[in-house]
């Protein structure tokens, strides 16, 4: 499992390689190929900028500056990052800091265990830059946020919508953080989740972090994606808004920064929501 992921120095940027599909359908397998390497494509550049001295020069400057060194330093992070990450919140003023997310195509997240979870997929990550208040030197943090979508599910949407992943990922990402949390349960239980003309079959997953091993990691992944025409009377795709604080974003889902989740003593969950 993937916890938080703190700025990592390496010699030489990532390798690029274009990222194995599976998928039964040649046609479809083939579409997902040629998305999914413009994906990892835009991810290589977000990789490269990541690892690079010269992002944490701009983001300490995003940080500390005033005014419009602050801007100057967040238009080059921008650039600097590629179109891979998308701006979900930034604060610009007293505590600036900006909360990012990237379409990662990736290896599966589960490392053992049941052959059907080993899956390559694609996860949606946060990126958090600028004053974590956590310690003078905390600027950067990256890691799995809220959804693992693997290549069956992609698949499934591309065969049955006729449209690519992109749209019908985001809004997932979107519904899912503005979902209110009493609606979902996180002991395993499957929810359907609104996406495109249809909705992915979720489920939380859990694990400790390998960061923090004392700590909790939540997402959901989303096994597979059905069309509105192929579900059944009871089946509801959930799409509601909660109230601020009472979303899935506000705690359990918030990126890892602002969150502590840990183990209680009788197997359920303990979160802290950190400012």
């Known amino acids: 499992m993937h916890g938080a992921r703190p700025l990592i120095k390496i010699p030489a940027p990532p390798v690029f390689k274009p990222p194995p599909v599976t998928y039964a359908s040649a046609e479809i397998r083939g579409k997902l190929r040629v998305w999914k390497t413009e994906l990892a494509r835009q991810y290589h550049i977000y990789e490269c900028a990541y690892h690079a001295r010269e992002l944490l020069r701009d983001v300490d400057d995003f940080a500390h500056c005033g005014g419009k060194g602050r801007q100057r330093a967040f238009d080059r992070i921008r650039k600097r990052l590629g179109p891979a990450p998308r701006l979900e919140h930034a604060d610009m003023d007293k505590r600036p800091v900006t909360v990012w997310s990237v379409l990662n195509p990736r290896e599966s997240v589960a490392l053992e265990g049941d052959p059907g979870r ?158």
């Open 118 to 275: 080993m899956q390559d997929c694609v996860t949606i990550n946060y990126l958090v830059l600028g004053n974590m208040k956590r310690n003078k030197q905390d600027l950067i943090a990256e890691g799995l946020w809220t959804l693992e979508i693997p290549d069956h599910a992609l698949g499934r949407a591309i065969e049955r919508s006729g449209m690519l992943p992109d749209q019908i990922i985001r809004e997932a990402h979107e519904t899912l953080l503005h979902l209110p949390a009493k609606k979902v349960l996180l002991n395993g239980d499957s929810f359907l989740l609104r996406a495109g003309k249809g909705g992915f079959i979720c489920q939380f997953s859990m694990g400790k972090d390998v960061e923090q091993p004392d700590h909790i990691q939540l997402h959901v992944r989303a096994p597979t994606w059905i069309s509105d025409d192929m579900m059944g009377p009871s089946q509801e795709p959930l799409c509601m808004k909660g109230k601020p604080g009472e979303r899935l974003g506000d705690a359990w889902l918030r990126p890892r920064p602002y969150t502590k989740i840990t183990e209680i003593e009788d197997g359920g969950l303990k979160i802290e929501v950190l400012q």
